[in-house]
């Protein structure tokens, strides 16, 4: 069965980096794309991009562009989020969702990871 | 910036029918827009309910049925269970991007 599996809570400073993983299983990982997905506590979702996972291209939406970066292992069949120069404002759940067949996008998520940034 | 529109919050009762609904800034919400719905629950990862509209995931249960009307994309709920307590969010498609709506929070009462 599909699963995305994220790696684990974080707690960061600001100005420090995060990296947030998201592990594939169940499905032949480059055949669909992944997107992430944000949720600010309390607050709705927030789509950041995605990232074709044939090419490792990426697409980064409005407000998204710089300090953030979507990278892949194909070998380990991992996405990646990267978060540099954290600010308060990226606390957040971030989540990563696939791209599935047939037009259906966000078929499937990962349980999210809360990256917290405080000082 | 495009601004996609839910109702904050509705609530119904159960074995009741609720529409929620999905507007666009930019005008009326076609199949164009790929209208996706999802549902959730306090705690929980978002989960995929319908994609293009009207297209059911395996998991969607039979009560629930997306839709367009009058411009909109519409979510209804019908024969409501108390488990369906839950924020659900639209999202539209924007020729290379996506926007979520707001979200709606559905109280079973």
């Known amino acids: 069965q599909v699963q995305l599996v994220q790696s684990g809570s974080e707690l960061k400073k600001p100005g420090a980096s995060v990296r947030v993983s998201c592990k594939a299983s169940g499905y032949t990982f480059s055949t669909y794309a992944m997107s992430w997905v944000r949720q600010a506590p309390g607050q709705g979702l927030e789509w950041m991009g995605w990232i074709n996972t044939k090419t490792g291209n990426p697409t980064y939406a409005q407000g998204f562009t710089g300090r953030f970066v979507f990278s892949l292992d194909t070998s380990v069949s991992t996405a990646y989020l990267q978060i540099s120069s954290l600010k308060a404002e990226d606390t957040a759940i971030y989540y990563c969702?696939?791209?599935?067949?047939?037009?259906?996008?966000?078929?499937?998520w990962g349980q999210g990871t809360l990256v917290t940034v405080s000082s | 910036q495009t601004v996609v529109t839910q109702e904050p919050s509705l609530t119904v009762s159960p074995g009741g029918t609720v529409t929620l609904t999905c507007a666009s800034s930019?005008?009326?919400?076609?199949?164009?827009?790929?209208p996706n719905w999802f549902q959730q629950k306090p705690g929980q990862a978002p989960r995929a309910l319908f994609y293009?509209?009207?297209n059911k995931h395996s998991w969607t249960p039979a009560r629930f049925s997306g839709s367009l009307l009058g411009g909109e994309a519409v979510l209804t709920l019908s024969g409501v269970q108390p488990e369906d307590e839950a924020e659900y969010y639209c999202?539209?498609?924007?020729?290379?991007?996506?926007?979520f709506g707001g979200g709606t929070k559905l109280t079973v009462l």
């Open positions: 293009s509209t009207t």
């Open positions: 999202l539209l498609y924007y020729g290379g991007s996506w926007v």
């Open positions: 930019t005008g009326v919400v076609t199949s164009g827009h790929y």
């Open positions: 969702a696939r791209d599935g067949p047939s037009g259906s996008y966000f078929d499937y």
